[in-house]
Nanobody
Framework: QVQLVESGGGLVQAGGSLRLSCAAS????????MGWFRQAPGKEREFVAA???????TYTNSVKGRFTISRDNDKNTVSLQMNSLKPEDTAVYYC?????????????????WGQGTQVTVSS
C-alpha cells in the first residue's frame, strides 16, 4: 500500500513563501509521475503542478512563475516551492501519485492521495 504524507503547510502573509513536501512509501517512487492539487472551501479539487519520472513539469496557469515542483528520488519526496503567495492560493494542498505511465493535470491519472496540508494566505 502506498502512503503519501504532506508537510509544510501553514499561515503566511501575501507575498510570502512556503515549501510543501510529500514523503512517499514504496521502492519504485522514481517510476511514477507525481502531482500537487488543491481544494479551496466550496470548490472542486484543482490541479496545481505535476512532475513525471524524467523530471518534466507542468503547471496550471495561475501558478506559473511562482510555484516550482521538484522531486528527490533518493529520498522518495516531491516538493512544491510556493513564492509570491496570494490570498487566492488559500486551500488544502494534496500530493498524489499517478498510475504507472501517466501523469499530468487530470485527476483521473492519479490513484493515490495524501491527507492534505492547509495553506492559508492572509491579505
Amino acid at each position: 500500500q502506498v502512503q503519501l504524507v504532506e508537510s509544510g503547510g501553514g499561515l503566511v502573509q501575501a507575498g510570502g513563501s512556503l515549501r510543501l513536501s510529500c514523503a512517499a512509501s514504496g521502492s519504485t517512487f522514481s517510476s511514477y509521475g507525481m502531482g500537487w492539487f488543491r481544494q479551496a472551501p466550496g470548490k472542486e479539487r484543482e490541479f496545481v503542478a505535476a512532475i513525471n519520472w524524467s523530471g518534466a513539469t507542468t503547471y496550471t496557469n495561475s501558478v506559473k512563475g511562482r510555484f516550482t515542483i521538484s522531486r528527490d528520488n533518493d529520498k522518495n519526496t516531491v516538493s512544491l516551492q510556493m513564492n509570491s503567495l496570494k490570498p487566492e492560493d488559500t486551500a488544502v494542498y494534496y500530493c498524489a501519485r499517478a498510475n504507472i505511465g501517466t501523469w499530468g493535470a487530470s485527476r483521473t491519472a492519479y490513484n493515490y492521495w495524501g491527507q492534505g496540508t492547509q495553506v492559508t494566505v492572509s491579505s
